[in-house]
């Protein structure tokens, strides 16, 4: 009786209702909306991190991250590797002797970091063999081949099939380098990365810098999520062959922190966005409820004197609210789902800002991330609100007594 009560009062003004469902629906829209692109934003620099950069977890020497020195190589290597065949967890993984040296055209020079890998290998590990815009992926043909990126290959103009110069220092201390012509041109996401970053064979880079181990090895695992745990049976592996004070394994959360950090900061975001909304959402009801109930004065006022009770007037002005912020919910979940899921289909193109978003490592077509806790969050939020926005005008008419209630003219 009491729900049938409450949803013929609601649209008594129909009006003035339908203004506030109608912000509630496009603010539910609104906040998944951007709930799901700013998830969908962070997911994407994580994923292309974990992807072009810091695979599920590396292995080095222990030195090696804070002095990358050439010199700081992996001990036991030959073990390390039957270790990891071992490891079910570990689905892939890739050796890389790595170098800081000198790029140098007829054009100009610059700073590098030159990667030495095995094709077949590394092709498992990075989608970096897909990003070949121009030429060919590295292979066992021909003399000191190596891929540059394209914006690599437009400062020192160079295009597939020309010679360059790689200089760097070797384990003795000495400057070496040779010649190597371009095979290929690259093109990945993060232009950051692509302007640091060149491949030869490893091979080739390993009979010049005079080490004969290697400075990375990266993994890829059964999923990110379970990469800490895989890292954790590995450390455990190495205690017991006397590793520990070798080499270092860590997981991408600890390779690169700021995407630990993003994480737990888009949780907050959402969360404190969430807030707002509802916050606003709840004066729009108590300031409706209020005009609703003021109007209505008399007729609260002849229901207590016949003696209603006031906890049922209570029940009722509250289920109005419920009923309001229930309606807005339900309609406002269902445009957001069908909204979003298109979205996920087609993704949103920002291609005309991809300049900058891939300094930032991201796609230009970005694709929103809500889950369905998240919707149930919401939705569950939205609800318990509207409920208490509801305790605030029925307290104010209740303060009334009876005779003065119905002797209010409005």
Not at 176 to 190: C, D, E, S, W
Not at 241 to 269: G, H, N
Request: glycine residues 8%; neutral net charge.
């Amino acid at each position: 009786m009491l729900i049938k009560l409450a949803w013929r009062n609601l649209w008594r003004n129909k009006l003035r209702t339908g203004i506030v469902l109608g912000a509630m629906i496009f603010g539910l829209v609104g906040v998944t909306g951007t709930m799901g692109f700013m998830t969908g934003f962070s997911q994407n620099m994580i994923e292309n991190a974990i992807l072009w950069q810091t695979s599920h977890a590396q292995i080095h020497n222990v030195s090696y991250p804070d002095d990358p020195d050439v010199t700081h190589t992996l001990s036991r290597q030959d073990e390390l590797e039957a270790m990891l065949n071992e490891n079910n967890g570990v689905v892939h993984w890739s050796s890389r002797h790595i170098v800081n040296g000198m790029i140098s055209s007829a054009r100009s020079a610059r700073g590098i970091k030159i990667n030495g890998i095995v094709p077949e290998k590394e092709q498992r590990i990075t989608p970096i063999h897909q990003s070949v815009i121009d030429g060919e992926w590295l292979d066992d043909q021909g003399r000191n081949p190596i891929l540059v990126s394209s914006k690599t290959a437009e400062r020192l103009s160079l295009r597939v099939g020309s010679k360059i110069v790689l200089t760097f220092t070797d384990v003795h201390g000495e400057v070496t380098g040779a010649a190597f012509r371009v095979r290929g041109l690259y093109k990945t996401p993060n232009t950051t990365f692509d302007d640091a970053n060149v491949y030869v064979r490893k091979a080739d880079l390993q009979s010049l810098s005079g080490a004969d181990s290697d400075h990375e090895i990266a993994m890829i695992t059964i999923d990110a999520q379970s990469s800490s745990m895989i890292v954790d049976e590995l450390v455990q592996t190495l205690n017991a062959k006397s590793f520990s004070k070798e080499v270092l394994i860590r997981d991408w959360t600890e390779i690169q922190p700021m995407l630990k950090t993003m994480i737990e900061s888009m949780a907050v975001f959402n969360v404190v966005f969430l807030l707002i909304f509802v916050a606003a959402m709840a004066f729009g009801i108590v300031n409706v409820l209020l005009m609703s109930v003021f109007e209505r004065t008399q007729e609260f006022g002849v229901l207590m004197a016949v003696g209603m009770d006031k906890s049922k007037i209570r029940r009722l002005i509250v289920l109005e609210s419920g009923l309001m912020g229930g309606v807005g919910a339900l309609i406002g979940m269902v445009l957001s789902v069908g909204s979003n899921a298109l979205l996920l289909k087609h993704g949103l193109d920002l291609s005309s800002f991809s300049d900058g978003l891939s300094a930032f490592g991201m796609d230009p077509v970005v694709f929103p991330k809500i889950g369905v806790n998240d919707y149930v969050t919401t939705f569950t939020t939205v609800i318990l609100v509207s409920l208490l926005a509801g305790l605030y005008p029925a307290r104010q008419i209740l303060k009334q007594k009876p005779a003065d209630a119905m002797a209010e003219k409005h």
